[in-house]
């Protein structure tokens, strides 16, 4: 079974660069399922039900979110009636939304569990735990477990990492918006990347603007963050999984931007 | 002018790395001058004298610090006569050693930074400020500067790296132990990674024993980290740099582990 | 029934007050039942078997902890076995010891729960819920419940303190060493106050010696911290209990030190 | 020389109070100054022009802030033209308005800085050094000083207490909105609070309505929150200053409410 991870979809410029680039990834990667983050794909701030139509219509099979889950407020109103889009699992008992999910595509079934560390990050339930527990649930059902575990420090998800080694099939992490270079199978077959990039712009910070970033780092002045505009950039992870094991048989970063990418 | 930036040199295992793979460096990228972080080479945790020698003999030109600089308190006794290893820049005043230095060797002189973060780090000086004014000095010296920027949030090393795009002729992050995937030339001419990882153990947490790691995540008990044993991992960048203008003209990730790694 | 609960007794200073002044406190006060924090009685960090003893055969009946109730190893050996003292409920599954107990003293039966907060502090479960679980549970005892609420942020403070409001009788902060002058009983029967101060001595940091804080916060490096010398001060709650209600009808800060207390 | 210094003044609630009650101080403490904190004036969050002009018209003589000064926008186009307004010194270079003033009234005058602390805060420049300099330079006008120390952590406030004692002749820490138990004078002579608590609506969480505070922390959701309604207190810190010397002669709590007080 093969697996496309897209990282954080910072706004206007995010959702353009998956629309256009979903054809590519399906010539050059053949997935049956794709899974995208979508906690930012609302101008940097949550998600809407247009907008999660959106992505489902140009190829998208499932969604996770992260800490900016509930920055648009309308997610509220759909995400309980929405079985393709996830939040983190670990939020409060009785919080809105599911933290799992089973994905059903092109004849293959993926289970996916949100994740979101507490390390540098406002409290949560224990993300080891519950990680357990849903995995545990979803091998009922299939042994392909995709975990998108969000999370700041590398610690928490290397450890994390290690912790699901041979129950997991892919533990992707998320929220630094930067990808990082270590995707690999770990030992038990769990392939693993700390960070799978963000998908919009490409010259922001973390896909806003720069200038109002770099000026609230020098004065401490309250700013208006926007979104980026100019070349996208997207990043993502690519994997193969055994279906009667649920192990990881490849990992491969994804990672293209205006410049570097060549429509086929 | 060629250089190589080591990151984070974890331990024995680390050191170890280092001096095995030095000839290996010279051979394929033939630098000039090897700058290392060296804030973990004392079983993680700080640096001594002995260790300081030994960098310099296998061939590392100058050294960096972090968070852990003072971790090992041995480092008061040397560090303000040590010329080629520097501390952050951006600590109080009064801080014993330098936050700045002049590496010459092989006929090149290369000006390095050390800075370190102030987002979910303990309070320093303001790094961005800090950065400004040792880059202004050391250009009266040369035009190739190295910051080695020792950060946690990859939103404050973005930044960084575009408030000193075409100051700065190589920026590399240092701490969070993971390397980045995203080195690349900014329009000014700054190269910049957010992280250039580690160099240590690579089947640990961050270069520590995994087990008691994760146990601590799990139970939150204290517990004795130490260095991992088994497999090395060596990461850090290189880069090329235009003497008369001090800009970047080749940036590129090194990522080598015991199992990629074929002696030449 | 009369209640005194002493705030955190710090090393060997905060010890001998609380010997030197529980006949005192039994003189003026009467208490049925004295609880006291003994997370910082041995050299400010955590307890060990002989202080425990000690601070029961002077008169405590019961003790509480908070963050620092691991920092002397020797506690593993004996929290299990000692049912008059409880670390944070809230703690991960599987913690040693236990969160809440009764404490039978002249006649009367005060359940007690002790609870960690979140806010600035490392992760623990849910305070608000693990505190409607434990009160839950005792109120089958006793309607007399005392809750330790160590935690640093006063919003999270005087927010649990609305929660349990009708609940708890008697909810006292701990942990920032400095007592509050809030000390009131909620409209529906709780009696509250943010902090309980520290016991130990009066002129240092929170019962540290003081010069080597200070120069902590003016140069960034580490520093030895041990308990300071000096006069000394005992700070806590006084509060009286309805048993049938479980309803507080008195409570009332205790604030004395070497300079201010006139032995009877 | 006699002066009063208000708590963190929280919305038309603890406007409101101010208004009724400084003829009350007036006529119980003939305070030759009036100091308040107006960081939460506006609605919880910030202050405006108009809301400055009523608390000067009703009687305050300076006003000092803290981590809120910019949440009302309209701060910047008046700071930087009021003399008797002050925002933390130790705010990045070039940030509107000052970090100190003189304040001189009924034939007296009074230094007063304002500095915020770092730990569990945003970065800042370092409190302890911008104290001193701050210091020096009122002192060539008056040796009255008062300094409003706008942290949350005690032993930041402790440790600054004891840094300036002898050189500040009060130092009032403000910001956890819940007054400290601890005035006394240090042994050179500065009267020291950790705490004034603050003045406004008695009945919520630290100011703000009380049902959406305890719903986030048991939620985690996001929640706007509203000032409290229902009864006021006031809490402040009364300081009798020797102008000869500028070391504190008497320190004093004020906290009265709209049960407690009564009218003269
Ligand atoms: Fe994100
Ligand atoms: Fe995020
Ligand atoms: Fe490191
Ligand atoms: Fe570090
Ligand atoms: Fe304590
Ligand atoms: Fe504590
Ligand atoms: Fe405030
Ligand atoms: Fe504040």
């Given at each position: 079974m093969r697996v496309v991870f897209i990282g954080d979809i910072v706004g206007n410029v995010g959702r353009d660069t998956v629309r256009r680039l979903i054809p590519w990834i399906n010539d050059k990667y053949h997935p049956h399922i794709i899974i995208a983050n979508g906690e930012n794909a609302a101008g940097g701030r949550g998600i809407t039900a247009s907008i999660t139509r959106e992505l489902f219509e140009c190829g998208v099979h499932g969604i996770t979110m992260g800490n900016h889950t509930w920055d648009n407020r309308e997610i509220f109103e759909f995400i309980d009636d929405e079985p393709r889009m996830i939040r983190p699992?670990?939020?409060?008992?009785?919080?809105?939304?599911?933290g799992s999910m089973i994905i059903k595509a092109n004849g293959k079934s993926l289970g996916v569990v949100n994740l979101i560390g507490r390390t540098f990050l406002p409290p949560a339930e224990d993300p080891f735990r519950t990680a357990d527990e849903e995995i545990e649930q979803l091998r009922r059902t299939t042994k392909c477990i995709l975990v998108d575990f969000h999370a700041e420090a590398t610690s928490e998800k290397v450890a994390i990492g290690w912790h699901l080694d041979g129950y997991a099939s892919l533990l992707v992490g998320t929220h630094t918006h930067v990808q990082t270079n270590d995707a690999r199978i770990l030992p038990e077959g769990t392939a693993y990347v700390t960070d799978a990039g963000m998908t919009g712009?490409?010259?922001?910070v973390l896909g806003m603007e720069k200038e109002a970033v770099v000026r609230r780092f020098l004065t401490g002045l309250p700013a208006r963050f926007t979104v980026a505009e100019g070349k996208w950039a997207l990043n993502g992870v690519y994997a193969e999984l055994d279906?009667?094991?649920?192990?990881?048989?490849k990992v491969q970063l994804i990672s293209v931007d205006e410049d570097s990418w060549i429509a086929t």
């Amino acid at each position: 079974m093969r697996v496309v991870f897209i990282g954080d979809i910072v706004g206007n410029v995010g959702r353009d660069t998956v629309r256009r680039l979903i054809p590519w990834i399906n010539d050059k990667y053949h997935p049956h399922i794709i899974i995208a983050n979508g906690e930012n794909a609302a101008g940097g701030r949550g998600i809407t039900a247009s907008i999660t139509r959106e992505l489902f219509e140009c190829g998208v099979h499932g969604i996770t979110m992260g800490n900016h889950t509930w920055d648009n407020r309308e997610i509220f109103e759909f995400i309980d009636d929405e079985p393709r889009m996830i939040r983190p699992s670990n939020l409060a008992p009785g919080t809105p939304g599911r933290g799992s999910m089973i994905i059903k595509a092109n004849g293959k079934s993926l289970g996916v569990v949100n994740l979101i560390g507490r390390t540098f990050l406002p409290p949560a339930e224990d993300p080891f735990r519950t990680a357990d527990e849903e995995i545990e649930q979803l091998r009922r059902t299939t042994k392909c477990i995709l975990v998108d575990f969000h999370a700041e420090a590398t610690s928490e998800k290397v450890a994390i990492g290690w912790h699901l080694d041979g129950y997991a099939s892919l533990l992707v992490g998320t929220h630094t918006h930067v990808q990082t270079n270590d995707a690999r199978i770990l030992p038990e077959g769990t392939a693993y990347v700390t960070d799978a990039g963000m998908t919009g712009p490409r010259d922001g910070v973390l896909g806003m603007e720069k200038e109002a970033v770099v000026r609230r780092f020098l004065t401490g002045l309250p700013a208006r963050f926007t979104v980026a505009e100019g070349k996208w950039a997207l990043n993502g992870v690519y994997a193969e999984l055994d279906e009667s094991t649920g192990k990881a048989q490849k990992v491969q970063l994804i990672s293209v931007d205006e410049d570097s990418w060549i429509a086929t």
